[in-house]
């Protein structure tokens, strides 16, 4: 039974990463996925998320503290609002140089503000207590809940012993819980979005830019406001994972390698396509969880192991865009409704 | 005032970082002129090459091949040997590259080429992370005096000096090679024009290969030459430089393999003085901000043509 409990305990835990992942996902979907913007700063504006959450909702510097600001300890859903908005404030500041240009130059740009946080994040200790981090973030809901759960095993002693584990991490049940209702709330908005006026208009953006500004639309304000709305969902992503981790240090959001995962998600589940983004998500993290205990039957070191890993995401990487370019789910062909009631 | 007497010194500094920058932003400039997408893996080559120099170096040593320093400089005969050899041999790795993967894939978008690079960039860095392991590996372990030039005060290593000089030569071998030969000016007809160049009879896929040998065997200097400079290499190398690199190709104009000269020396330069100013935390910073405001002045760099 108690490995049983701890498999379910993994799963959870895995779940609450994965579901995070998927709402960075989403959140690059509707800026690649659905209108064509190459952003690869996904860790950037992952971390200005969490680090903006943290400082709104967590504790004011402790004595040990570097940092003399922040800490305003508000709500949860304030804080997660704050992620989004700072977000949104930065690629704003991104978009405005690079999205009259062709694409790569907002690739190199993302990348560059991606590198430039990290260095922010490390250098500047008044803010963000440099290499050391911010620590005791609190979990919404944390107190009440573990108290709930203290109380009824306590008016229960009698449970099975692997019944009273699993109800004791209880707490992140209901974080998974949290995690996934956020994730269903951003798909449910990003489906309404996508096949409202404004997703066909980023959509002909995506398939030609120079015909959509034929028709009168105003793309770079369009890409703007694509480009900015990911970068808020990806806010959030950031403040969740703030939250559940508790910890934050810019070792934490190691420039490429987030970024890269969520890349290798979205291409595999299938850009342009919010089921697909998801869906991706969990595939992509189930291999690279499923990996690592993979290399543990191999004489590798810790390093070696970790090298292998990367190296297995990039290869899947190469094969999906040489022999599955559109990805697990293909993008979705809705005609028009005009065209259906002829039908 | 104190501030002010050290930069003669930071821009001594600041030329050999340009040298580096800018024999690897002339890879990143053919092969964004001639293919038409940014290669984010253009800083794992560099870091290919000088991981491939230093197992060369070790094998010429094991073979007896005599590595007593030449002259003032801290490295010898063996060394250079291998330098020249991984310059090859990284050529051939990328040529390989572009057979499996960019070849097949340049029917698509530059956009997916440019995602396939960083598959590729990520890819490279771990194979050498497996190998040799994340911990720095010394190229040169002696310590080498400076030389004080008279008059400026300023000080500089013999190998820095050779830094320089071989930066000069493989610039002046590849304006040669683009101004005076056939292949370069095919070179330069494909990347004005890649249909045009192909109707007028220039086999264009040579002209790529010959594209990816170039950028990469510089990219393999830059890659060493770092690893001079440093005294160590690490397999982040190339990444920690990429920025910088790709900042100096904007700025001196995407596409010209000169203008990476000019911004390679322009941000090596900025990125140096700025030492005197702010944290040394901020270098790769430097270069972005800089970037950002010739994008926001002027989008086509310093030379670039109007598109």
């Not at chain 1, 109800?167 to 949290?178: A, G, P, Q, R, V």
């Not at chain 2, 580096?20 to 080559?45: Q, R």
């Not at chain 2, 290919?48 to 170096?57: K, R, T, V």
């Not at chain 2, 190339?238 to 690199?245: E, P, R």
């Amino acid at each position: 039974m108690d490995t049983i409990v701890g498999i379910i305990n993994y799963i959870v835990f895995f779940a609450i990463t994965a579901g995070t992942y998927g709402i960075l996902s989403l959140g690059l979907n509707i800026q690649w996925g659905y209108t064509g913007l190459f952003n690869i700063g996904i860790a950037g504006f992952y971390a200005v998320g969490a680090y903006t959450a943290a400082l709104v909702s967590g504790p004011p510097p402790g004595a040990w503290d570097g940092r003399i600001f922040g800490g305003f300890e508000l709500p949860f859903l304030v804080g997660l609002l704050a992620a989004a908005v700072v977000c949104g404030i930065v690629a704003l500041l991104v978009g405005i140089p690079t999205l009259r240009l062709r694409a790569d130059y907002l690739a190199i740009a993302t990348i560059g503000i991606a590198e430039t946080i990290r260095l922010v994040l490390k250098n500047e200790s008044w803010l963000t207590n440099g290499v050391w981090g911010l620590q005791q973030i609190p979990s919404p809901l944390y107190d009440p809940i573990r108290a709930g759960v203290t109380r009824f095993l306590g008016g229960h002693p009698d449970l099975p012993p692997w019944l009273h584990d699993l109800i004791f991490k209880s707490y992140n049940w209901f974080y998974l819980l949290l995690v996934l209702g956020i994730l269903f709330i951003l798909y449910l908005i990003m489906q309404r979005l996508v096949r409202s006026p404004w997703g066909r208009a980023v959509k002909a953006i995506r398939e030609d830019e120079d015909a959509a500004a034929m028709s009168g639309k105003n793309t770079f304000s369009f890409k703007i406001q694509a480009l900015v709305l990911g970068a808020m969902i990806m806010g959030i992503g950031g403040s969740l994972y703030a939250h559940y981790a508790r910890f934050i240090s810019p070792a934490s959001f190691k420039p490429l390698y987030g970024t890269f995962l969520v890349w290798v998600m979205l291409v595999l589940g299938g850009s342009g396509n919010n089921k697909g983004a998801i869906l991706g998500s969990f595939v992509v993290w189930g291999i690279w969880a499923g990996t690592d205990f993979l290399t543990g039957y191999f004489p590798f070191t810790a390093t070696q192991a970790a090298s292998l890993r990367i190296i297995i995401i990039a290869v899947l990487l190469e094969v999906i865009l040489l022999w599955r370019p559109q990805g697990l789910l293909q993008r979705e062909k809705r005609p028009p409704t005009i065209l259906k009631k002829k039908a | 005032m104190q501030i002010l007497s050290r930069i003669p010194q930071l821009l001594i500094y600041g030329v050999i970082s340009g040298s580096i920058l800018s024999l690897g932003g002339i890879g990143v400039s053919l092969t964004y002129s001639i293919l038409g997408f940014a290669n984010f893996a253009h800083g794992d080559f560099m870091a290919l090459g000088a991981y491939i120099a230093l197992g060369l170096f070790t094998l010429t040593a094991g073979l007896g091949i005599p590595s007593t320093p030449l002259g003032p400089l801290s490295f010898g005969f063996g060394f250079i040997l291998s330098f020249i050899l991984a310059m090859g041999l990284t050529a051939l790795t990328v040529v390989l590259i572009d057979r499996f993967l960019f070849k097949r894939l340049r029917h698509t978008s530059s956009i997916i080429l440019m995602m396939s690079s960083i598959g590729v960039a990520l890819g490279l860095r771990n194979v050498l992370q497996f190998f040799w392991g994340p911990q720095p590996h010394y190229y040169i372990e002696k310590i080498q005096l400076a030389i004080v030039i008279p008059g400026v005060g300023v000080r500089i290593k013999p190998d820095q000096v050779f830094i320089i000089i071989a930066a000069i030569v493989s610039v002046g071998l590849v304006h040669y090679f683009l101004q005076h030969t056939k292949m370069g000016k095919a070179m330069r007809a494909t990347a004005d024009n890649m249909a045009l160049a192909r109707v007028t009879g220039i086999n264009t896929e040579r002209v790529i290969l010959w594209t990816w040998v170039i950028g990469a065997a510089l990219a393999a200097t830059a890659g060493i030459l770092a690893g001079i400079e440093n005294k160590f290499i690490t397999p982040e190398l190339g990444w920690q430089m990429l920025l910088s690199i790709f900042a100096s190709v904007v700025l001196g104009g995407l596409g010209n393999p000169y203008g990476a000269i000019l911004g390679g020396m322009i941000i090596g330069l900025s990125e140096e003085v700025s030492t005197a100013f702010i944290s040394t935390g901020y270098k790769p910073a430097v270069a972005f901000i800089i970037m950002i405001i010739m994008l926001l002045i002027k989008p086509t760099g310093l030379l670039g043509k109007r598109r």
